[in-house]
């Protein structure tokens, strides 16, 4: 941040030379102002930390979507050196643009709202309690003592998503060390203090969002508690399954799979495509009768994960079948057969299946380690 303060007054102090070289030759030219300056000093490090803030973004919310397959009380500490209201927005402090006068045009391209409310959505649907914390708090302190000191401006841009976070997920939101510590014992207390309330409604599987709002005959009583509900559908719940078994999260299978790589089949420049042949129980899947066969489906969905955290997209397959009635008694005993091809590279690190009986409901997750060499 300084090094801004420092380029500003830099490019400040050599167009003031300059003019004043050319007025001594009775030339006289227009300069920059002094927030032209700055926000042209400021403009050039905002697009790292735009790309930065996208990673950090997309991060936090696969982590969610990854703890949305366990069951249970789920509580996640989020201590992030930037996750502003606008993003570099520390970079205009500095160069000697105030919050107030940053300009419209440079504010809507710095806007981060959007971006961290996509985490309050994400971590209502998977029913996570996210504890925001700005582990630095009043970070910043000039070198030069002639330079403004902006940390409690970065403060309060810090702070205004993260308490929007703690407020709509149910937390407390904090910063500095030493606030962080006296959160600490909250947070623990938090996991094993708390009242469990619950409504009855008529479901959806939508995947649709209900409001939340609770209240207290006390007004004196303060109440944290998530604003929202996500009714998942049965899809999407597969697909936190899937993804969370892909991060290791411990899950119970209802339907025990055998998933098996083989030898890949062809091989680009940077990627492998290798066959995956999965065994399904059918003794497992629930069959309806359907004359004289018994019918039913199941769903098949992978999912990559890498070395360094990156993920690949769900893919997801359904295959309905028939057994004839003469046959459903072997048929039982025995197992389908499930072949897809699944495009891996050096930097894959396991593979996560998952299969859903598409009219019990069951499922059945597994991970195969993925090996290129």
Known sequence: ISMVATEAAEVRAFD?????????????????????????????????ARLEMNRRVAVVNTLLNGMAGIEGKKTLLLAAHRLGEYVGAEYYYAAGISESTIPPQERSELDNRGAVRSIIANANAAGVTVYPVFPTGLDYSPADPSTPDISRSVLMNEMTMRQEIADKTGSVASYGTMNTAKLMPH???????????????????????????VKTKDRKLTV???????????????????????????????????????????????????????????????????GDKHSGAFTVYAITGGKLGEIS????????????????????????????????????????????????????VITVPVSTQ
């Not at 947070?187 to 709002?213: C, F, G, K, N, W």
């Not at 897809?340 to 059945?364: C, F, P, R, W």
């Open 313 to 364: 997209e769900v893919s997801r397959r359904t295959q309905a079948f028939d057994i004839p009635a003469a046959d459903l008694q072997r048929a039982m005993a025995s197992h389908f057969t499930y072949n897809l091809d699944v495009i891996v590279n050096d930097k894959t690190k396991q593979l996560a299946v998952g299969v859903l009986d598409e009219v019990s409901k069951s499922y059945g």
């Open 187 to 213: 947070v623990a207390e938090d996991m094993t203090d708390y009242y469990s309330l619950a409504y009855h409604a008529t479901p959806r599987h939508t995947d649709s969002a209900r409001q939340i709002v």
């Open 16 to 48: 003031a030379e300059g003019a004043a070289m050319l007025a001594a030759k009775g030339i006289f030219t227009s300069r920059p102002s002094n927030d032209d300056t700055a926000i042209h000093a400021a403009r050039i490090h905002t697009v790292e």
């Open 224 to 290: 944290r508690s998530r604003r929202e509900f996500v009714e998942k559908s049965e899809d999407t719940r597969m697909r936190d399954r899937v993804l969370s078994v892909l991060y290791d999260a411990p899950m119970e299978s209802e339907i025990k799979l055998v998933a098996e790589l083989g030898k890949p089949a062809k091989a680009g420049r940077k990627t492998q495509t290798l066959p995956l042949k999965i065994k399904i129980p059918i003794g497992a899947l629930t069959l309806l009768p359907q």
